[in-house]
T-cell receptor, first 111, second 110 residues
Framework: QQKVQQSPESLSVPEGGMASLNCTSS?????YFWWYRQHSGEGPKALM?????GDKKEGRFTAHLNKASLHVSLHIRDSQPSDSALYFC???????????FGDGTQLVVKP | AQTIHQWPVAEIKAVGSPLSLGCTIK??????LYWYWQATGGTLQQLFY??????VESVVQLNLSASRPKDDQFILSTEKLLLSHSGFYLC?????????FGAGTRLSVL
């Protein structure tokens, strides 16, 4: 059973625009969230983790977690063509347990 | 800092032939290690994990096997490849609050 659902499947934004990605956990035991980014032909790299309610900002990237609804979002402001990649949401029961990945959102940033 | 070296970078193999993919870790002792498989542009499917030498747990059956012969080495293998084995294989290391992935091995089975 899929532990985490992501939307949309794909997203296209203009350069300089805002990209918004969504993720929901289907299991209330899984409340630790990560965002990973994978450029074509490379391994995924962790973008950020978020374990507490509210916002977490790292540069142009902001994650927002609502534990009551088990929903996390990722917002990328001033999107760049180099942000074009496959973005995975991942969840776990705690910060060091097995991690389950969503199906990913393919982001394309058009120059 | 820990590093993950995967080999080979890419393989083209015939159906029915054997396969061995490897992963070597530097910079972290007794790491938890994982093998993932990814279809092109697809999700990450965890295949195996290992918390110590000689101990490997299977997560999903895909006619593959894995071994942990040394603390810093994780091997993925099969004696007979299927067309469905094509894809991108990733080794991952459990770090502090996150997973670190290697660069992957691209496998094409023809």
């Amino acid at each position: 059973q899929q532990k985490v659902q992501q939307s949309p499947e794909s997203l296209s934004v203009p350069e300089g625009g805002m990209a918004s990605l969504n993720c929901t956990s289907s299991d209330r035991n899984f409340q630790y969230f990560w965002w990973y980014r994978q450029h074509s032909g490379e391994g995924p790299k962790a973008l950020m983790s978020i374990f507490s309610d509210g916002d977490k900002k790292e540069g142009r990237f902001t994650a927002h977690l609502n534990k009551a609804s088990l929903h996390v979002s990722l917002h990328i402001r001033d999107s760049q063509p180099s942000d074009s990649a496959l973005y995975f949401c991942a969840v776990s029961e705690n910060s060091n347990n097995r991690i389950f990945f969503g199906d990913g959102t393919q982001l394309v940033v058009k120059p | 800092a820990q590093t993950i070296h995967q080999w080979p970078v890419a393989e083209i193999k015939a159906v029915g032939s054997p396969l061995s993919l490897g992963c070597t870790i530097k910079g972290k002792s007794s790491p938890n290690l994982y093998w993932y498989w990814q279809a092109t542009g697809g999700t990450l499917q965890q295949l195996f994990y290992s918390i110590t030498v000689g101990q490997v747990e299977s997560v999903v059956q895909l006619n593959l096997s894995a071994s942990r012969p040394k603390d810093d080495q994780f091997i993925l293998s099969t004696e007979k490849l299927l067309l469905s084995h094509s894809g991108f294989y990733l080794c991952a290391l459990q770090g502090e609050n996150t997973l670190y992935f290697g660069a992957g091995t691209r496998l094409s089975v023809l």
